[in-house]
Nanobody, 124 residues
């Protein structure tokens, strides 16, 4: 069992930055590919980015490529999402998720554990 807790959300002006963190419980953090998803009001949840256990594999949604950066610190059981050049369209609840896999995973159904989400609001 893995429990995930996100933090770092908030209100920011367009063009600003935020860094989200996701802390994971459990001793097998390195067994999981970690991902970030988001859900905007009235829309379905969508994939944002993921990172494999060794950090040598990442995969970004086109909408965030070049603006967002995912990283992880396995010693701290934490994954981060650095979000730069934020746009109002990035406004959403951001969810951290863990997949029991060593490989890149970008489908919701591939993820086994989810956090409660953290709100990110980008004002224009």
């Amino acid at each position: 069992q893995v429990q995930l807790v996100e933090s770092g959300g908030g209100l920011v002006q367009a063009g600003g930055s935020l860094r989200l963190s996701c802390g994971a419980s459990g001793r097998t953090f390195t067994s999981y590919t970690m991902g970030w998803f988001r859900q905007a009001p009235g829309k379905e949840r969508e994939f944002v980015v993921c990172i494999n256990w060794s950090s040598d594999g990442t995969y970004y949604a086109d909408s965030v490529k070049g603006r967002f950066t995912i990283s992880r610190d396995n010693a701290k059981n934490t994954v981060y999402l650095q979000m730069n050049s934020l746009e109002p369209e990035d406004t959403a609840v951001y969810y951290c998720a863990a997949a029991r896999s060593s490989f890149i995973r970008y489908r919701e159904k591939d993820y086994d554990y989810w956090g409660q989400g953290t709100q990110v609001t980008v004002a224009s």
